[in-house]
Each structure stands twice: as structure tokens, then as C-alpha cells.
């Protein structure tokens, strides 16, 4: 009975309930996700004042703005390198295992793609533009990741230069930033609720046809991506001298929540407190997790490049070798416009084949009827990388401290 307690076991279980009664009481789909979108709200309820505070705190405890810089800088060398190597491999093995083939578009399910078809290229320019917020309070309102990123980092860096004058203020922060968590540790109570709700609705309104359709893309990106993880980020971890195994043992609550919730984003605050539990700094933390979860989207861009390939292979569009390096590098700028915004891959994805201009875009309609499903493995990945980010970065600033993560995270004294 002990088990029943563990709030991972009660995820697994809520979500186990979601798929039996999304597919034996598919009515219940809109109650269901009625009760996912007040769980996903109710964390993002939280997750824009303690992405604040942490990186405020974080780097005004750094002790330098220097060290800041080092460690901001090193994370985006490590986010272009890593999403680069996922978009590799996502084209070879979309090119080696063709889940495209065979698929006749006529037996396909038709979405409404009226949003997509009229979306226009990405603007760059904008892009860059939008990263200062007009509005620092309408960015709080809208959880804008990268606008609260930015004022974060303005603010601490104000904060540092008011000296000693500052740490009343600081002290203040480390105070509400201990309610917002202990606010958080009450809304994760209730995840199985949430996560039954999320794949409740999954299943009971997108039902199983689909995935009988187009199994085979689900399968082939579901293998990319446990590919990606299993190989590439555990390469990284060792190198570095750690465990994957492990780590994912210490976060696996927060991969159950994903996989229920389909989004990321649900387990943001909860995987920073972690990591800094695990002996994580808190600078590297505050500055790494919220940064990775808009430019270090390795599962959104494994997505990306097969589901371009895929879509080449359903129209017969042949694919040269030119062709695909240019999808590689239009993919690299594109694939940093999903931002950290859930449900963005399409758009992402019809700036790509607008670029490309060879594939019809008609084609994002085959994709509607399976993207819920493979938007689990696409959170997770997210999730996982930027978990293995955050701990590497640390490892290599030597800002962790290793008695402390040997006994957190792998149980070793």
C-alpha cells in the first residue's frame, strides 16, 4: 500500500484510468479536458513569477556578472550544438526508415488546416523585437518565457549593482519565492487528476483510427526520440561523468506528468527546485531551465526535420542531398521560434516548407489527427534535454556539488 502513496505511481495510474475511459467513454472528452486545462493553468499560474525570482536570485547570488555570462554563453554554444545533432539524426532516420512511403493521402484523415495555409513566413526581425516586452506586467499576464527571461536578467543585474542596499530586497524575494514553491508542492497533489484528464481527452477525441493510419510515423519518431536520448544525451552525461539512468530516475514523477499533460511546461517550476535540491547552483538553474525550454527544444526538432521528410515521401516529392542540408539550416533559425509557445510546431513547420517551397502545404492536414499523440514524446524529450542541459552546464562551471547529486540523484554516499 506504500506505493499508492508515491505521487508517481498515482500519475501512472491516473493516466492508465484517462486511456480506459477515453476509449471506452469517448464523450467524456470535453470534461476531460476541461480538467487538464485547469491543471496545465493552474501551474502556469505560478511559473512566470518563479521563473522571475529564481533567475533574480540566482544571479544575484552569483557573486559575478561575469560568471553569468560564461554560463549563459556556454548554454546556447551546447542548445545550437545538441538541437543540431537532433536534427541529424531525425533526417537520416526519416531517410532510412521512409515512414512516408506507401501512405495514400486519399485514406488519410483531412484536419482543417485553414490556420496553418494562411500563415505567413517568419518574421525575424520581429522575432528579435518581441524579446523586449513593451509591457513587463502583459508579459507576466501572457507567461511569456523569453520577455521574463530578459527582465530577469536586467533586474538582477540592477539589483547587483545596488551593493549591500540590495539584500533586504534579495532576502524579501528568497521569502516569496519559498511561498510560490510551497504553492506549487499543493497543485502537484492533484497531477493524476490532471494527467488522467489530459489522456482521457487524447484518447477519447482523437481515438485510436489514427494512429492505425500513420503508425508508422508514430513508431519511427517515437524510436528518434528514445534514439536521441538513450545515445546522444547519454554520451553527454557520461562523459561528464554521470548517470542517465539515474537522473531519469529522479525526475520520472515529472516525465509521468508530461506524458499525461502533453506539455512541458507543467513540470517547469517543479524540475528547477530539483535540480537545485540535487546540489544543482542556483544561478546555473535560474539561467539554463527557463533559457532551454526556448532554445533547447530537441524533441520539437526531431519533429520538425522528419515530419518535412515524411511529408516529401506521402507527395512523392524526391529529396537531394542539397535540398536536405538546407532544410538542416533552415531548421536551425526556424526551429528557435517555437520559443518555449505549446502547440507552435505547426507554425514552426509551415515557415519551413514556405521557405522550402517544394512541398505542398496542404500536407500539415495528415499530421493533425496524430500530433497530440507524438506531443508527448516531443514534451518529454524537451524535458529530459534540458534536465541533462542544466546538469552539464553545471558540471562543467563546476558549479554542482557532487556529494550532494551522488546522494540525491544516484543514492551514493
Known sequence: MKYFRLLYVQVLIGICLGILVGAFLPGSAPGAKLISDTFINAIKMVIAPVIFFTIVLGIAGA?????????????????????????????????????????????????????????APMNWGEFFSHIVPS??????AKGDIIQILFFGLLFSIGLKQLGAAGHGLIQSFEKINAVLFNILK???????LGAFGGMAYTIGHFGFESLWLLGKLMLTFYATA???????????????????????????????????????????????????????DKSVVGLIIPTGYSFNLDGTTI?????????????????????????????????KGAAGVTGSGFLVLTSTLTALKVIPLEGLALL??????????????????????????????????????????????
Not at 186 to 192: E, G, H, K, L
Open 226 to 280: 528514445l534514439l536521441f536520448i538513450f545515445v546522444v544525451l547519454n554520451a553527454i552525461l557520461r562523459y561528464y561523468g554521470c548517470s542517465l539512468w539515474r537522473l531519469l530516475g529522479y525526475i520520472k514523477g515529472e516525465i509521468l506528468i508530461v506524458l499525461g499533460s502533453s506539455s512541458s511546461e507543467s513540470v517547469l517550476p517543479n524540475l528547477m527546485q530539483k535540480l537545485e535540491r540535487a546540489g544543482c
Open 63 to 119: 557573486g559575478d556578472l561575469k560568471k553569468v555570462g560564461r554560463i549563459g554563453g556556454k548554454g546556447l554554444l551546447y542548445f545550437e550544438i545538441v538541437t543540431t545533432l537532433a536534427l541529424i539524426i531525425g533526417l537520416v532516420v526519416a531517410n532510412v526508415v521512409k515512414p512516408g512511403e506507401g501512405i495514400s493521402t486519399a485514406s488519410l484523415p483531412q484536419g482543417n488546416i485553414s490556420k496553418y495555409a494562411t500563415a
Open 303 to 335: 519533429y520538425l526535420s522528419m515530419a518535412t521528410i515524411f511529408m516529401a515521401q506521402v507527395f512523392g516529392v524526391p529529396m537531394t542531398l542539397g535540398q536536405q542540408l538546407t532544410i538542416i539550416g533552415i531548421l536551425i533559425v526556424t526551429s
Open 368 to 413: 493533425i489527427g496524430v500530433d497530440r499523440f507524438m506531443s508527448e514524446a516531443r514534451a518529454i524529450t524537451n524535458m529530459i534535454g534540458n534536465t541533462v542541459a542544466t546538469v552539464v552546464i553545471a558540471k562543467s562551471e563546476r558549479a554542482i556539488d557532487m556529494i550532494t547529486y551522488k546522494r540525491v540523484v544516484e543514492g551514493r554516499a
Open 186 to 192: 499543493i497543485i502537484m497533489r492533484v497531477s493524476p
Open 135 to 140: 509591457n513587463i506586467i502583459d508579459a507576466f
